[in-house]
């Protein structure tokens, strides 16, 4: 069995990592790591938890000997990191939060894995999961390419940033065998009801404020989560070592658009009379220093591993409400306790 270690796994993007690769490679011990933050959710892993192929194990990425040690008695081949901490506005609020798991998590892996593979032996991977907001912020027109300079304006984005910059530092200076991929918005089941689609989801449910930041005229490029794991795998396993490779989802909205097209799937599907989420709709306060626009140029990625996203938005956005409406148990444990006090910490009451 190949020992391969993903962090973060019981979070968003990582759940759906762990699935494909515990289900896709019998041949591969999967070993994942993660602390259970606030985002990290062991009822996103049930359907594989039994799976003689998976363990998980509970731990910190910070904590630079307990990593060395897991290190040491598995003996990893491949790294897939996408342990952090993911939302920007919770890193308005506690920066240095942002700076601990993501830039010296990040560093104690790369430390372990260097000291593990004395002789970087061909095989080895450390790939490490990042996103397209270390480029900053699009006008009206352009693409982040992988030769974008880096520009990160959020305590989130400078913090991802500089973890990247500790991956190449780390290939150029230590030869250690890493591939890098960023990432733009992702959307789809298992996503924590703080950020944009899962929010507006669970507040249409509830009847609540749907809080649209500034004008809404701020765009993202959206990807469904399962096309980000599928382009994480061929990067994983064909990807050129010491690249880089952007991911994107073809998929430009305006955030007040979005919200649109989801209360008219939401009023579809729970049968109320068109137009009645919409009124949820509420423009509150601009978030501090805002990212315009966000999109991603993949073509690298098509060309080299020929890699497309599968799904068009409308349908990936009404396979994810159907998810929601599946699954009211889960969206009712992560709304309770802790989200609580978020919740009105971050809107009101
Ligand atoms: P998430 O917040 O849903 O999950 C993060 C996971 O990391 C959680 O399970 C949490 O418990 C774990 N974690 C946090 N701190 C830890 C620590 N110190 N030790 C061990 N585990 C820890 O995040 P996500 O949305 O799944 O994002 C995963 C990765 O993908 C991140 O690196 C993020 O920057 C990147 N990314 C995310 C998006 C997106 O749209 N969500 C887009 C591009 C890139
Ligand atoms: P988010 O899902 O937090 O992702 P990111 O900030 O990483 O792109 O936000 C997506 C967009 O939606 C972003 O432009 C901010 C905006 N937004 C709102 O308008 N209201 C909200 O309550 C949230 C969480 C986000």
């Given at each position: 069995?190949?020992?391969i270690?993903?962090t973060?796994?019981?979070?968003?993007?990582?759940?759906?990592?762990?699935r494909l690769?515990?289900r896709?490679?019998?041949q591969?011990?999967?070993v994942?790591?993660d602390?259970?933050t606030y985002?990290?959710?062991?009822?996103?892993?049930?359907?594989?938890?039994?799976?003689s192929?998976?363990?998980?194990?509970?731990?910190?990425?910070?904590?630079?000997?307990?990593?060395?040690t897991?290190?040491?008695?598995h003996?990893?081949?491949?790294?897939?990191h996408?342990?952090?901490?993911?939302?920007?506005?919770?890193?308005?609020?506690?920066?240095?939060?942002?700076?601990?798991?993501n830039?010296?998590?990040?560093?104690?892996l790369?430390?372990?894995?260097?000291d593990?593979?004395k002789?970087?032996?061909?095989?080895?991977?450390?790939?490490?999961?990042?996103t397209?907001?270390?480029?900053?912020s699009?006008?009206?027109?352009g693409?982040?390419?992988?030769?974008t300079?880096y520009?990160?304006?959020?305590?989130?984005?400078?913090?991802?940033?500089?973890s990247?910059?500790?991956?190449?530092?780390?290939?150029?200076t230590?030869?250690?065998?890493?591939?890098i991929?960023?990432c733009?918005?992702?959307?789809?089941p298992?996503?924590?009801?703080?950020?944009?689609?899962?929010?507006?989801?669970h507040n249409i449910?509830?009847?609540?404020?749907?809080?649209?930041?500034?004008?809404?005229?701020?765009?993202?490029?959206?990807?469904y989560?399962?096309?980000h794991?599928?382009a994480?795998?061929?990067?994983?396993h064909?990807?050129?070592?010491?690249?880089?490779?952007?991911?994107?989802?073809?998929?430009?909205?305006?955030?007040?658009?979005?919200?649109?097209?989801?209360?008219?799937?939401?009023?579809e599907k729970l049968?109320?009379?068109?137009?009645?989420s919409e009124k949820?709709?509420?423009?509150?306060?601009?978030r501090?220093?805002h990212?315009?626009?966000?999109a991603i140029?993949a073509?690298?990625?098509?060309?080299?591993?020929n890699?497309?996203?599968?799904?068009?938005?409308?349908?990936?956005?009404s396979k994810?409400?159907?998810?929601?409406l599946?699954?009211e148990?889960w969206?009712?444990h992560?709304?309770s306790?802790?989200y609580?006090?978020?919740?009105?910490?971050?809107?009101?009451?």
């Amino acid at each position: 069995m190949k020992p391969i270690l993903i962090t973060g796994g019981a979070g968003f993007i990582g759940s759906h990592l762990t699935r494909l690769f515990v289900r896709k490679y019998p041949q591969y011990h999967v070993v994942n790591l993660d602390n259970l933050t606030y985002a990290g959710n062991l009822e996103n892993l049930k359907d594989i938890e039994k799976e003689s192929n998976y363990e998980f194990v509970k731990g910190d990425i910070t904590d630079l000997n307990f990593v060395k040690t897991l290190f040491e008695k598995h003996q990893f081949t491949g790294v897939l990191h996408c342990a952090a901490e993911s939302h920007v506005d919770r890193s308005i609020t506690d920066p240095l939060a942002f700076l601990r798991t993501n830039v010296l998590g990040t560093v104690s892996l790369l430390q372990a894995a260097k000291d593990l593979w004395k002789d970087n032996e061909e095989g080895k991977v450390f790939y490490h999961i990042s996103t397209d907001e270390v480029y900053g912020s699009l006008g009206t027109e352009g693409f982040f390419t992988e030769d974008t300079s880096y520009d990160p304006r959020s305590p989130y984005s400078a913090s991802k940033a500089s973890s990247d910059h500790f991956v190449r530092a780390f290939y150029h200076t230590y030869k250690l065998p890493v591939k890098i991929s960023n990432c733009s918005n992702n959307y789809g089941p298992f996503h924590f009801p703080e950020k944009l689609i899962p929010l507006c989801i669970h507040n249409i449910l509830n009847n609540k404020a749907l809080p649209i930041y500034g004008k809404g005229e701020n765009i993202r490029d959206w990807l469904y989560v399962e096309d980000h794991v599928r382009a994480i795998d061929l990067i994983f396993h064909q990807g050129k070592v010491g690249e880089t490779y952007n991911i994107g989802g073809h998929n430009e909205w305006t955030n007040i658009a979005l919200v649109k097209e989801l209360c008219r799937q939401m009023d579809e599907k729970l049968g109320r009379v068109t137009g009645s989420s919409e009124k949820l709709i509420t423009y509150v306060q601009d978030r501090a220093g805002h990212d315009m626009r966000y999109a991603i140029d993949a073509s690298k990625l098509t060309k080299e591993l020929n890699w497309l996203p599968s799904l068009q938005f409308e349908e990936g956005i009404s396979k994810t409400i159907d998810w929601y409406l599946d699954n009211e148990e889960w969206l009712k444990h992560v709304t309770s306790g802790d989200y609580q006090g978020y919740y009105e910490h971050q809107y009101g009451k």
